[in-house]
């Protein structure tokens, strides 16, 4: 494996050209057994490029404004019961603590479950579904990337597991068909409307395998930014208090109360966008990212090249069937590139002439360059130092909605509450695909007056 560090190692690595690395070979083993055939990795790239434009076309700004109240309503119904003195004492102070990871991560899945994925997934979310999806997860290992078929368990579980999941999926499709209700917002509905470009449908199969990908995709990394985010605020309640004072000045009302989130008023709340970046910049739920590569790919000089005179004007060559990893991580903590790169600060987001304003722009630029791989004209970001949502033709089709989802829960809940860290900002777990906070990871709460 050739692991390329740095703006130009990404660049070298997620901006290569589809003769030269391949998403799909390198995962296909890890996703397909978890997501189910004929979808993402285990179709040619341009079938995948099509399927991520199904899923765009259902991620609308009109369906974006109703994931707003959807998301407020399902995060405030989980401060109200299981934040509640009865499930959770507080101190002679007044102050209840909840652990971060556990409760935003079923909150990610009650949020992501209301509004991508349909009201029957929502009303499915029983400890039933919950065991299937543990099972399904534990798919998502390390060892699974290595070793895809083990005769284990979890193996075992997991493709159990999978066949029911589908079957589950297949289920909905079929009375949908049957019944006259509406479910505009969801992805589902907009699946079924969608076509390839030969003019064949989605099969009932592949819509069941897309969604089971979005639900396993987005669920790591949403409860894993949130809870990051939440870690850092009740660490840091001075700029808890400057969101919750943006709160008051953007949505006030005379009496004192608070006027409901929208979906355009959230995207103008410059302390709340610089909070989700800046926890995207130091804990990217995707530190790593791998490429295989199909064809022998030439180093350019300006990445690496052999030292010593005995080498002038010779170049690294990686070999057809090498693995190639980026790690965007790494440039977004480099203090070659950013001011006190190890410490969590919103506020460098909000200087117009800083590192991160120009990491920003150049991986949102919206006068820049497009570059359309099938599924909507999108910003390349693969020369930026802040990856977040990672870069090129597999950048995160989940994006937008990720920092709606994001934005509505920790707006939701610095009104609600006020919040202090038990213990510190904990390490991170390196061990799990996903970079999740270790243990302990406590956040005490106090209702605001």
Same mark, same amino acid.
Request: include cysteine; hydrophobic fraction near 35%.
């Given at each position: 494996?050739?692991? &390329?560090?740095?703006?130009?190692?990404?660049?070298?690595?997620?901006?290569?050209?589809?003769?030269?690395?391949?998403?799909?070979?390198?995962?296909?083993?890890?996703?397909?057994?978890?997501?189910?055939?004929?979808?993402?990795?285990?179709?040619?790239?341009?079938?995948?490029?099509?399927?991520?434009?199904?899923?765009?076309?259902?991620?609308?700004?009109?369906?974006?404004?109703?994931?707003?109240?959807?998301?407020?309503?399902?995060?405030?119904?989980?401060?109200?019961?299981?934040?509640?003195?009865?499930?959770?004492?507080?101190?002679?102070?007044?102050?209840?603590?909840?652990?971060?990871?556990?409760?935003?991560?079923?909150?990610?899945?009650?949020?992501?479950?209301?509004?991508?994925?349909?009201?029957?997934?929502?009303?499915?979310?029983?400890?039933?579904?919950?065991?299937?999806?543990?099972?399904?997860?534990?798919?998502?290992?390390?060892?699974?990337?290595?070793?895809?078929?083990?005769?284990?368990?979890?193996?075992?579980?997991?493709?159990?597991?999978?066949?029911?999941?589908?079957?589950?999926?297949?289920?909905?499709?079929?009375?949908?068909?049957?019944?006259?209700?509406?479910?505009?917002?969801?992805?589902?509905? &907009?699946?079924?409307?969608?076509?390839?470009?030969?003019?064949?449908?989605?099969?009932?199969?592949?819509?069941?395998?897309?969604?089971?990908?979005?639900?396993?995709?987005?669920?790591?990394?949403?409860?894993?930014?949130?809870?990051?985010?939440?870690?850092?605020?009740?660490?840091?309640?001075?700029?808890?208090?400057?969101?919750?004072?943006?709160?008051?000045?953007?949505?006030?009302?005379?009496?004192?109360?608070?006027?409901?989130?929208?979906?355009?008023?959230?995207?103008?709340?410059?302390?709340?966008?610089?909070?989700?970046?800046?926890?995207?910049?130091?804990?990217?739920?995707?530190?790593?990212?791998?490429?295989?590569?199909?064809?022998?790919?030439?180093?350019?000089?300006?990445?690496? &090249?052999?030292?010593?005179?005995?080498?002038?004007?010779?170049?690294?060559?990686?070999?057809?069937?090498?693995?190639?990893?980026?790690?965007?991580?790494?440039?977004?903590?480099?203090?070659?590139?950013?001011?006190?790169?190890?410490?969590?600060?919103?506020?460098?987001?909000?200087?117009?002439?800083? &590192?991160?304003?120009?990491?920003?722009?150049?991986?949102?630029?919206?006068?820049?360059?497009?570059?359309?791989?099938?599924?909507?004209?999108?910003?390349?970001?693969?020369?930026?130092?802040?990856?977040?949502?990672?870069?090129?033709?597999?950048?995160?089709?989940?994006?937008?909605?990720?920092?709606?989802?994001?934005?509505?829960?920790?707006?939701?809940?610095?009104?609600?509450?006020?919040?202090?860290?038990?213990?510190?900002?904990?390490?991170?777990?390196?061990?799990?695909?996903?970079?999740?906070?270790?243990?302990?990871?406590?956040?005490?709460?106090?209702?605001?007056?």
């Amino acid at each position: 494996m050739t692991v &390329a560090l740095g703006p130009k190692g990404s660049n070298f690595i997620l901006g290569g050209k589809l003769s030269q690395v391949s998403a799909e070979d390198a995962y296909t083993h890890l996703t397909t057994p978890v997501f189910g055939k004929d979808v993402v990795y285990d179709v040619p790239n341009h079938v995948l490029m099509e399927q991520k434009k199904f899923v765009k076309f259902g991620l609308t700004t009109e369906n974006f404004r109703a994931y707003v109240d959807m998301i407020t309503e399902e995060t405030n119904d989980l401060i109200r019961k299981d934040l509640s003195v009865a499930a959770c004492p507080r101190d002679s102070q007044g102050w209840g603590r909840f652990h971060a990871f556990k409760t935003l991560a079923q909150l990610t899945i009650l949020t992501a479950s209301r509004t991508l994925q349909g009201k029957e997934v929502r009303s499915s979310l029983d400890k039933s579904f919950a065991d299937l999806y543990q099972d399904l997860d534990g798919g998502f290992t390390p060892i699974n990337f290595l070793f895809p078929n083990l005769p284990l368990p979890s193996y075992w579980r997991r493709d159990r597991a999978q066949k029911k999941m589908s079957d589950f999926y297949v289920d909905i499709i079929n009375k949908r068909k049957t019944g006259n209700q509406e479910h505009e917002h969801d992805i589902l509905a &907009a699946l079924a409307t969608q076509h390839y470009k030969d003019g064949r449908p989605l099969s009932d199969r592949e819509m069941a395998h897309i969604m089971i990908a979005l639900l396993m995709a987005g669920q790591h990394t949403s409860s894993a930014t949130s809870s990051w985010a939440l870690l850092h605020l009740a660490d840091r309640p001075d700029v808890a208090q400057m969101l919750y004072e943006e709160q008051v000045k953007s949505f006030g009302n005379s009496d004192g109360t608070l006027r409901p989130l929208t979906y355009e008023e959230m995207k103008d709340l410059p302390v709340l966008n610089a909070v989700i970046r800046e926890t995207l910049r130091m804990h990217p739920p995707i530190h790593s990212i791998i490429r295989k590569c199909i064809g022998d790919m030439v180093v350019p000089t300006s990445l690496a &090249a052999p030292a010593g005179k005995s080498s002038e004007g010779q170049s690294y060559v990686i070999p057809k069937g090498h693995y190639l990893l980026a790690c965007p991580a790494v440039a977004q903590v480099d203090p070659l590139i950013w001011r006190d790169a190890q410490t969590w600060d919103p506020l460098r987001w909000l200087d117009p002439t800083g &590192a991160a304003a120009q990491a920003g722009t150049m991986y949102n630029d919206e006068n820049g360059e497009k570059v359309d791989y099938g599924w909507g004209a999108v910003s390349k970001g693969t020369e930026s130092p802040y990856q977040p949502f990672g870069a090129g033709r597999h950048r995160c089709i989940g994006e937008q909605f990720a920092y709606v989802q994001l934005g509505a829960i920790l707006s939701t809940v610095v009104r609600s509450m006020e919040l202090r860290i038990e213990h510190r900002v904990p390490e991170h777990n390196y061990h799990t695909m996903i970079v999740l906070p270790k243990d302990p990871c406590g956040v005490k709460f106090k209702p605001r007056a």
